[in-house]
């Protein structure tokens, strides 16, 4: 079991940067794939990025090239750099293991504001 705590949003203007943190509970170097998702209100929950034990990384197509996802295993903890912040890009962003099962995370909420 694992228990997942992000921490970095905020509100920041179009162009800006955020970096969001996801601080695991324990060792994350045996979990399978860490990954970041986000919601808005009446939407489901959509991929951001993911990154796998082994090191593969994927974007999804709306962040290619502005986000960065990467994973610290000697902290426990995968982060988001997220560069050149498009309002649409405004909502709640959680932190996802996968380990046999899905673990998930609170969220922080993301603004940007135009």
């Known amino acids: 079991q694992v228990q997942l705590v992000e921490s970095g949003g905020g509100l920041v203007q179009a162009g800006g940067s955020l970096r969001l943190s996801c601080a695991a509970s324990?060792?994350?170097?045996?979990?399978?794939?860490m990954s970041w998702f986000r919601q808005v209100p009446g939407k489901g929950r959509e991929f951001v990025a993911t990154?796998?034990?082994?090191?593969?990384?994927n974007y999804a197509d709306s962040v290619k090239g502005r986000f960065t996802i990467s994973r610290d295993n000697a902290k426990n903890t995968l982060y988001l750099q997220m560069n050149s912040l498009k309002t649409e890009d405004t909502g709640v962003y959680y932190c996802?293991?996968?380990?046999?099962?899905?673990?998930w995370g609170q969220g922080t909420q993301v603004t940007v504001s135009s």
């Open positions: 996802h293991a996968w380990d046999s099962r899905n673990y």
């Open positions: 324990r060792s994350i170097v045996s979990i399978n794939s």
């Open positions: 990154i796998t034990s082994g090191g593969t990384i």
